[in-house]
């Protein structure tokens, strides 16, 4: 006789056995709130969330996927994906189409994709194998080798130019050059010449990013034009108060004063709406989430799992920080999403990439080193 029960719970069992909970708890509560704020964000708030919904199950099937592949696997991704994306950003370069001033996006016929994307993945990646492969012999030179992997990708992302995603794949970079080991006092000399050379990159700046950083600085020397995004978003937030005004109840928020409000600016309408407790609420639901993410790369069994674990986990971190920053009035406006909150379905889907890779490195972090 077949024995049903014993056949479900095996499936089951094998099912979820990739899955690390604490983790996707995390991940879905942050979730829960963002379907909530979109919701209240678009007129068309239902079909809104709904797309959004469906953007986040089949974000969720391929985290499932990827958990399930072991570290060593991985591995042999890092050389064709970061390979593949070189290729297709020289291909945005040479034939990509321009929207709103920008060439960041490659036409395939049937569609249109956004290189860039794949990056913010292929980079920690490489970089990761770079380190893994070196580690025996690491020098010096091993640490500029990475740098100009680095370098070659983010130049051509900043010259699209798309300033928030080079920041965001230059940070992961950054984070597995930092935790690979890279010296103190190379790190200081690094922030001296950055600082040094800051007259130069302004005269290298598009006349629009000048632009933000001079509108950061007295927003109110534009209203209308590149201000209005930060005076408007700052607004929203100051009115939330202590507790908000309530679901459904954000003026600023309903009266269309918010721009991009379900994407790029939706933490100005969930502040409206929830206050400083809604987001004492959030901040400690992204800090579970970085934490969980360094204690799954403290206890990770190689190098690799190590550095490419601290670097996804921190990339949320940028993400999270970023996005937040440029809402308040503290960081020039660059185009990047909240992560798990803002509407979008191609960054959705990297950000769960990254959970699906933390899971890989977590259950299979007993595995002998290589």
Not at 115 to 136: Q, R, T
Not at 213 to 221: F, H, N, Q, R, S
Request: charged content about 10%.
């Amino acid at each position: 006789m077949i024995d049903v029960v014993g056949t479900v719970k095996r499936w089951w069992l094998n099912l979820i056995k990739h899955i690390d909970f604490p983790l996707l708890l995390i991940t879905l509560a942050i979730m829960a709130i963002g379907l909530a704020t979109v919701h209240s964000a678009t007129i068309d708030g239902n079909q809104r969330m709904m797309s959004q919904a469906g953007n986040m199950g089949v974000a969720m099937v391929i985290m499932w996927f990827v958990s399930r592949l072991a570290p060593q696997k991985l591995m042999n991704f890092a050389i064709p994906l970061y390979i593949l994306g070189l290729i297709l950003l020289i291909g945005v370069f040479l034939f990509g189409v321009k929207i709103n001033g920008a060439k960041r996006w490659l036409p395939l016929g049937f569609t249109r994709i956004q290189p860039s994307e794949i990056m913010k993945i292929a980079m920690p990646l490489m970089l990761a194998w770079y380190f893994h492969k070196f580690e025996a012999t690491l020098k010096l030179r091993h640490y500029f080798g990475a740098a100009l992997l680095l370098f070659v990708p983010f130049a051509l992302i900043a010259k699209q130019p798309d300033l928030g995603t080079a920041l965001l794949v230059g940070a992961a970079g950054c984070y597995v050059i930092f935790l690979a080991g890279l010296p103190w006092k190379i790190i200081v000399g690094l922030v001296a010449a950055a600082g040094a050379a800051a007259p130069l990159l302004w005269g290298m700046m598009h006349d629009y990013q000048r632009k933000r950083i001079m509108t950061l600085i007295d927003p109110t020397t534009d209203p209308l034009g590149a201000g209005y995004h930060i005076i408007q978003s700052t607004i929203a937030i100051g009115s939330g108060g202590p507790v908000g005004k309530g679901y459904l109840n954000g003026t600023q928020t309903h009266l269309e004063f918010i721009p991009e409000k379900h994407t790029d600016f939706i933490f100005a309408v969930y502040s409206e709406e929830w206050g400083l407790m809604g987001n004492a609420l959030l901040l400690f639901l992204y800090t579970l989430l970085i934490g969980r993410g360094m204690m799954i790369a403290s206890a990770a069994s190689t190098p690799f799992s190590r550095l490419l674990a601290g670097a996804i986990t921190l990339g949320f971190f940028t993400y999270a920080f970023i996005n937040m920053g440029m809402v308040s009035g503290i960081l020039p406006v660059v185009g990047v999403p909240l992560p798990f909150m803002s509407y979008g379905g191609t960054a959705l889907v990297t950000l769960f990439l990254g959970i699906g890779i933390l899971m890989s490195i977590h259950t299979h972090r007993m595995l002998v080193k290589k």
